[in-house]
């Protein structure tokens, strides 16, 4: 049950290639968007569709996964948690930012 208390699963399109760096220790570090949509009916009775974008960061294998078998466009299955962290920007102001750290990834249709 502990693996429930932060566990995020999406399914979207990847909006960029995966931005794949290797850190100290050789350890990989994969970032890129992924975009999940909803549709609903608004109040004149039209459909509508509302996006949500999302932070993903992968490391070690999924990074891996991720460099090797996504790309733009892409619709994927990520599993993850939800993390908050805040840095300096080079002004010197603080700024706060949402990522979904995975644990797992699937391709669900690759793009062509």
Do not use: C
């Not at 109040?43 to 991720?66: C, F, Y």
């Not at 840095?87 to 793009?111: M, N």
Request: positive net charge.
């Amino acid at each position: 049950m502990n693996n429930l208390k932060n566990s995020v699963r999406l399914i979207g399109h990847v909006g960029m290639n995966p931005e794949v760096k290797v850190l100290n220790g050789n350890r990989k570090l994969a970032k890129f968007s992924l975009a999940t949509s909803d549709n609903y009916k608004n109040s004149k009775g039209e459909w509508e569709t509302q996006t949500q974008w999302h932070n993903i960061v992968a490391w070690g294998n999924a990074a891996t996964k991720a460099e090797k078998h996504i790309s733009k466009g892409a619709e994927v299955v990520v599993e993850g948690k939800l993390m908050h962290r805040h840095y300096e920007d080079a002004q010197g102001i603080k700024r706060y930012i949402t990522e979904i750290q995975v644990s797992d990834l699937l391709v669900v249709k690759a793009k062509n």
